[in-house]
Nanobody
Framework: QVQLVESGGGLVQAGGSLRLSCAAS????????MGWFRQAPGKERELVAA???????YSPASMKGRFTISRDNAKNTLYLQMNRLAPEDTAVYYC??????????????????WGQGTQVSVSS
């Protein structure tokens, strides 16, 4: 069983930055593919960025290169650095874990565990 706890959300002005963290329990973190997703009211959950167990990363072009995902396996922690935030980035942000070694997982249904989410609000 893997438990994921996000932190670091909050209210920020447009153009600002935030860093989200996701603390993972269990002994398998270094072998897991990880991802950050977000869901705004009335919209589907979408991928923000993903990282393989080996550290390869992917972020959809729609994120415009503003988000950077990273991981610290020694601390069992996943990060999301968010820069140049805009009001349309307002959403609940979730981290997710997939028990898959060496690949990047991009689909929502490819993940096995989810955190409870952290709210990010960007004011104009």
């Amino acid at each position: 069983q893997v438990q994921l706890v996000e932190s670091g959300g909050g209210l920020v002005q447009a153009g600002g930055s935030l860093r989200l963290s996701c603390a993972a329990s269990g002994r398998t973190f270094s072998s897991e593919a990880m991802g950050w997703f977000r869901q705004a009211p009335g919209k589907e959950r979408e991928l923000v960025a993903a990282i393989s167990s080996g550290g390869s990363t992917y972020s959809p072009a729609s994120m415009k290169g503003r988000f950077t995902i990273s991981r610290d396996n020694a601390k069992n922690t996943l990060y999301l650095q968010m820069n140049r935030l805009a009001p349309e980035d307002t959403a609940v942000y979730y981290c997710a874990a997939a028990l898959r070694v060496g690949i990047i997982v991009t689909r929502t249904n490819g993940y096995d565990y989810w955190g409870q989410g952290t709210q990010v609000s960007v004011s104009s």
